[in-house]
């Protein structure tokens, strides 16, 4: 199979699919790849590395695109990227739908076989490819909040652990999953105090007992999400329901009961996010304020530290890749009923229930 790796172009969007070790592998195991010029740049890549694992560079997208069985990306295509997609292609990213109608029908129209890498599923019912970016985000999530609690950024003035005699940073997570497991875990490092919730009583007990008690556990529901975020100096969104539009734990009217200034990062936003007032935004635009708070909602947080986010995104991607590569997507879906959770478009219909759900379209009878 031909594999092809086009340069991301999401605003401030620097990792890539495949470093070069993975170009490496993939040629190794008898398959052609070929990377845009420069694709690897902004994760410090050289096309001459790439070359000297195999690969054959081409000058534009649209040369990778044409030439290729299977893309591989990190983000979403972009609406100027929907005229590559095609019926014998297959194309393998992150997609996040349930937030996205337009590229929905982009798919749909398209004919393209999509495989999210966000709904992959392993032998337990995790998602190993969503994992690795959730990790960075969460940690992220973190010191973004540290940094935008600063004065001169709009926050209240706050250090994130305090000094001797002033109280620490109010830290409040929504969600013990991968990013809030990872967000809890540095804002104590950074000595916060931290608030986290989550509907999953086993879930709180095992971070408690991660985190030595460092922190504050609390079952999810309306009255106590109030009550913590009247006394955030930050709010990490970090709740993620597979597939589908994230649930608004926290809406416009519950703002009025924050401390002004107070700030909102919402990992979610690439599915709706968790915040009713959150939308997208991006590194070169991040934050807005919403009734005196301000709101972070960078879709692609990893973007900004692209070197350890391509490694870490390759090192769980880059098996599946090569069972689409070596048997074909139908093939390798048939004989990974994970990997065939993936599938979200595919013959011009959707295959995925949450996303048919979320835009009331029709889900194929079979997807695989």
Known sequence: MIVGVPKEIKDNEYRVALPPGGVYEMVRHGHEVVVQAGAGAGSGFSDEEYVKAGARILPEAGDVWAAAGMV????????????????????????????????????????????????????????????????????????????YMQRPEGGRGILMG???????????????????????????????QVTLLDLNTDRLRYLDDTLHGRLITLHSNESNILESIRTADAVIGAVLVTGARAPHLITRPMLAEMPRSSVIVDVAVDQGGCVETTHATTHSDPTYFVDGVLHYGVANMPGAVPRTSSYALSNATLRYALKIADRGPWQAMAADPGLAKGLNVARGQVTHPAVAETFNLPLATSSV
Not at 100 to 124: C, F, K, N, P, R
């Open 162 to 192: 305090g000094v001797p005699g002033t109280r620490p940073a109010h830290v409040v997570i929504l969600g013990g999953g991968t990013v809030g497991a990872n967000a809890a875990q540095i804002a104590v490092g950074m000595g916060a």
């Open 72 to 147: 591989m990306k990190v983000k979403e295509p972009q609406a100027s990227e929907y005229g590559f997609l095609r019926p014998d292609l297959t194309l393998f990213t992150y997609l996040h739908l349930a937030a996205d109608e337009a590229q929905t029908h982009a798919l749909i129209e398209s004919g393209v076989t999509a495989i999210a890498y966000e709904t992959v599923e392993d032998s337990e019912g995790r998602l190993p490819l969503l994992a690795p970016m959730s990790e960075v985000a969460g940690r992220m999530a973190t010191q973004v909040a540290a940094q």
